[in-house]
C-alpha cells in the first residue's frame, strides 16, 4: 500500500486560520445570548405606555424581541422580532419596516409579512392587548 503523503505545515496553518473565521458566522446569526425562538416572551410582559404607539405606527421592544404596531383603527398587533431565516434578533426598525441585522431580511412590523429575502416566513404573531394604559404581549395577554 503507498504511503500517504503528510499535509504540509502551510497546509495545517491554513486550515487552522480559516476554522474560526468560519464560526463567525455562526455567532453573527445568533444575538446576545444565543437568541432563539424561544427568546419571545413565554408568559405574559408589560412593555410600556399604550400611549407610545401612534396610530399607524409601530415601536420595537428589543429587551423583549417583540414589534408592536397599531392601525389606523387603533388595534394592537404584535410580532417576535426573531428573525424566521436565521433566528437573529432583529434591531432595527425604520418605519413599519424590520430590518434584521444579519442577512438583511425585511419583514412588515404591522402584518409581519417578508418584505425583504432571504426570509421567506412571516414573523410569529403575540398575543397582544391594552390593559389599564399599558401594553402587554406573550402568551396568556
Known amino acids: 500500500m503507498p504511503a500517504r503523503p503528510s499535509a504540509s505545515r502551510r497546509t495545517v496553518l491554513r486550515g487552522a486560520a480559516v476554522a474560526p473565521v468560519a464560526g463567525l458566522g455562526l455567532a453573527a446569526c445568533s444575538g446576545p445570548g444565543g437568541a432563539s425562538a424561544s427568546a419571545t416572551p413565554t408568559a405574559p410582559v408589560d ?11 409601530a415601536k420595537l421592544y428589543r429587551d423583549h424581541n417583540v414589534v408592536v404596531s397599531r392601525d389606523k383603527s387603533g388595534a394592537l398587533k404584535a410580532y417576535s422580532t426573531i428573525c ?3 433566528g437573529c434578533a432583529i434591531n432595527k426598525l425604520q418605519g413599519t419596516t424590520l430590518i434584521c441585522p444579519c442577512h438583511g431580511s425585511q419583514f412588515d412590523a404591522t402584518s409581519g409579512k417578508v418584505v425583504q429575502q432571504p426570509a421567506t416566513e412571516p414573523l410569529a ?4 392587548k391594552a390593559a389599564g394604559g399599558r401594553i402587554i404581549a406573550g ?3
Open 125 to 128: 404573531e403575540l398575543p397582544v
Open 47 to 57: 412593555l410600556g405606555a399604550e400611549s407610545e404607539i401612534a396610530e399607524g405606527g
Open 139 to 141: 402568551p396568556g395577554a
Open 84 to 86: 424566521t431565516h436565521a
